[in-house]
């Protein structure tokens, strides 16, 4: 039970209207926040929500409705306006400065300048340091560039970095999306804390566990529109949220497997071992097989992925489907059947300026040319529209900029791309991030599909509950190596994050060659 919200004004968004172009993205977006109170925001990407976040923001203008904090009007038209009211807003996408570090991110509006305008990089560091101490974070080398860092890593940076500015209002995008369950616990926690203190927290994600256990209040929005606004207390249930947003009930979300079990190895790996980060390692993936791969961050799992894609050199040996396998780049990784799902979709898969279309035939390009190497254009029509049919994608929307899709729809056109090239191995890094349930449950509708065609998946998620009902097998990163490795069904949450962390986990294989006798 949470704490009684103090009883401010606090944020009132009234019948926000926006449209682009022809489309509107809100119609009617409503919402009452309290101050003292964590405010859950869900719905379905698409539903409106980043762009009920990006009009708070002062990111775009809005057409039309009214925004009101602590009893006066906002016109928020630019993000300048949305700092001096101390709305601080964590997107789902960073925001921060690839070129300069940890601690000058951090800082960026407080740099402490010297003589000559140059920077204090002692007085940078100390400040730094005493910041994340206070706010009990997990430190990051402040003196490293923020290009360097991981996904999970750039995702806390930036809560860290808004939660210092003691914010008014702080509105959270998937904050806890990429993050560790410690990191993402931290977040919860900080949360509640500012929320006591007497701000408001708009709290937007499509994790409802994390929603029904931090947030006061509950909005879903769908098309555009506020749709349920409830107490986030017993007497809402995880369905009745689903069914809010969906506007039907989800009979299942895990899908069952219907393709019947297969012998043989699809593909062995000996002795991998990447730089410092990973290995060696030794682990097989069956025809058929959902292979799950679980690791707290840092912990070898990107060096797997990256290095079995093509993009990354190693040491050992693998084979495929019999043959040899040491691809020197992704592209190489694909011409043998080996695509990945990569774990930023906007910056390492899509071409955001470009049309789903083309997002989706860049990699069979030449094979849509006649006569001179002149592309077809009909038939790159038809082969982006069959791709998106078979992914659940609207193929009225092959003309849009990519750009313009919502995470889940940006995901399943970098689905479509890869399936075009009629993949053996599919590898998913964290493939559901940011994603809504509904889509979410597409997704694991087309994995089960892939794997149930014979098709080797592997499947690394940050999300343990999804790892647990969608794989067939899980290994266990842990410091570079495979601390344990059993069928799905003899672990559970607890078990996986205890490996995950180094500790026994009584009850799940813990052998590193254990995979073998499970294949």
Same mark, same amino acid.
């Given at each position: 039970?949470?704490?009684?919200?103090c009883?401010?004004?606090?944020?009132?968004?009234?019948?926000?209207?926006k449209?682009f172009?022809?489309?509107?993205?809100?119609?009617?977006g409503?919402?009452e926040?309290?101050r003292?109170?964590?405010?859950?925001?869900?719905?379905?990407?698409?539903?409106?929500?980043?762009? /009920?976040?990006?009009?708070l923001?002062?990111?775009i203008s809005?057409?039309?409705?009214?925004?009101?904090?602590?009893?006066?009007?906002?016109?928020?038209g630019?993000?300048?306006?949305? #700092?001096?009211?101390?709305i601080r807003?964590v $997107?789902q996408?960073? %925001?921060?400065?690839?070129? #300069?570090?940890?601690? +000058?991110?951090?800082?960026?509006?407080?740099?402490?300048?010297?003589?000559?305008?140059?920077?204090r990089?002692r007085?940078?560091?100390?400040?730094?340091? %005493?910041?994340?101490? &206070?706010?009990?974070?997990?430190r990051l080398?402040?003196s490293?560039k923020?290009?360097?860092?991981?996904?999970?890593?750039?995702?806390?940076?930036?809560?860290?970095?808004?939660?210092?500015?003691?914010?008014?209002? /702080?509105i959270?995008? @998937?904050?806890?999306?990429?993050? %560790?369950?410690?990191?993402?616990?931290?977040?919860? =926690?900080?949360?509640?804390?500012?929320?006591d203190?007497?701000?408001?927290v708009?709290?937007?994600?499509?994790?409802?566990?994390?929603?029904?256990?931090?947030?006061?209040r509950v909005?879903?929005?769908r098309?555009?529109?506020?749709?349920?606004?409830?107490?986030?207390?017993?007497?809402?249930s995880?369905?009745?949220?689903? @069914?809010a947003?969906?506007?039907?009930r989800?009979?299942?979300?895990?899908p069952?497997?219907e393709? +019947?079990?297969?012998?043989?190895?699809?593909?062995?790996?000996?002795? /991998?071992?990447?730089?410092?980060?990973?290995?060696?390692?030794?682990f097989?993936?069956?025809?058929?097989?959902?292979? &799950?791969?679980?690791? /707290?961050?840092?912990?070898?799992?990107?060096?797997?992925?990256?290095?079995?894609s093509?993009?990354?050199?190693?040491?050992?040996?693998i084979?495929?489907?019999?043959?040899?396998?040491?691809?020197?780049?992704?592209?190489?990784?694909?011409?043998?059947?080996? $695509?990945?799902?990569?774990?930023?979709?906007?910056?390492e898969?899509?071409?955001?300026?470009?049309?789903v279309?083309?997002?989706?035939?860049?990699?069979?390009? !030449?094979?849509?040319?006649r006569?001179?190497?002149?592309?077809?254009p009909?038939?790159? =029509? *038809?082969?982006?529209?069959s791709?998106a049919?078979?992914?659940?994608?609207? !193929?009225?929307?092959?003309p849009?900029?990519?750009?313009?899709?919502?995470?889940?729809?940006q995901?399943?056109?970098?689905?479509?791309?890869?399936l075009?090239?009629?993949?053996?191995?599919?590898? #998913?890094?964290d %493939?559901?991030?940011g994603?809504?349930?509904?889509?979410?449950?597409d997704i694991y509708?087309?994995?089960?599909? #892939?794997?149930?065609?014979?098709?080797g998946?592997?499947?690394y998620?940050?999300? $343990?509950?999804e790892?647990?009902?969608?794989?067939?097998?899980i290994?266990?990163?842990? +410091?570079?190596?495979?601390?344990?490795?059993?069928?799905? *069904?003899?672990?559970? @949450? *607890?078990?996986?994050?205890?490996?995950?962390?180094?500790q026994p986990?009584?009850?799940?294989g813990?052998r590193?060659?254990?995979?073998?006798?499970?294949?």
């Open positions: 039970m949470h704490p009684t919200p009883c401010g004004p606090g944020l009132s968004v009234r019948h926000l209207e449209s172009g022809g489309v509107r993205a809100l119609s009617d409503s919402i926040a309290r003292g109170e964590v405010h859950g925001i869900l719905g379905e990407n698409g539903a409106g929500k980043s762009t /009920l976040i990006r009009v923001s002062g990111v809005r057409d039309g409705g009214e925004v009101i904090l602590d009893g006066q009007s906002l016109r928020l630019s993000p300048a306006e949305a #700092l001096r009211a101390n807003t $997107f996408e960073s %925001s921060l400065i690839p070129a #300069l570090t940890v601690a +000058e991110n951090m800082l960026f509006d407080r740099l402490p300048i010297g003589w000559h305008r140059r920077l990089t007085a940078l560091r100390l400040r730094y340091a %005493s910041l994340m101490e &206070g706010l009990g974070a997990r080398d402040p490293a923020v290009a360097t860092l991981s996904v999970a890593d750039r995702q806390l940076l930036e809560v860290a970095k808004a939660i210092a500015a003691s914010p008014h209002v /702080l959270l995008d @998937e904050a806890t999306s990429a993050l %560790s369950l410690a990191d993402a616990e931290w977040v919860l =926690h900080q949360a509640r804390r500012i929320a203190a007497g701000s408001v708009l709290f937007v994600s499509h994790r409802l566990q994390e929603v029904k256990a931090i947030a006061d909005t879903v929005l098309s555009g529109r506020t749709v349920f606004a409830a107490k986030a207390d017993e007497s809402v995880e369905d009745d949220l689903i @069914e947003m969906l506007g039907r989800l009979a299942r979300l895990y069952k497997r393709g +019947e079990a297969r012998s043989g190895t699809l593909l062995q790996v000996d002795r /991998l071992r990447v730089g410092a980060g990973l290995g060696p390692i030794d097989t993936l069956g025809a058929g097989e959902i292979l &799950g791969v679980t690791a /707290l961050p840092g912990q070898g799992q990107r060096e797997l992925l990256m290095s079995l093509g993009d990354l050199r190693y040491e050992g040996a084979t495929l489907a019999g043959w040899r396998y040491a691809p020197r780049s992704p592209a190489e990784a694909q011409k043998y059947g080996v $695509f990945m799902v990569p774990e930023d979709r906007q910056t898969a899509l071409f955001l300026r470009h049309s279309q083309f997002n989706i035939t860049c990699s069979v390009l !030449p094979a849509l040319t006569g001179f190497s002149v592309l077809d009909r038939r790159e =029509h *038809e082969t982006a529209r791709g049919i078979r992914v659940g994608l609207d !193929p009225q929307r092959l849009n900029q990519v750009a313009t899709l919502s995470g889940g729809n995901q399943k056109t970098i689905f479509a791309r890869a075009l090239g009629e993949p053996k191995v599919f590898i #998913l890094f %493939s559901t991030r994603v809504d349930v509904g889509t979410k449950a509708r087309l994995v089960t599909h #892939l794997a149930d065609e014979g098709m998946v592997i499947f998620s940050t999300d $343990f509950t790892t647990l009902h969608v794989c067939d097998r290994l266990v990163l842990h +410091e570079g190596r495979i601390v344990g490795t059993a069928p799905a *069904e003899a672990w559970d @949450e *607890e078990r996986l994050l205890r490996c995950a962390s180094g986990a009584a009850g799940a813990t590193p060659h254990a995979q073998d006798a499970a294949s």
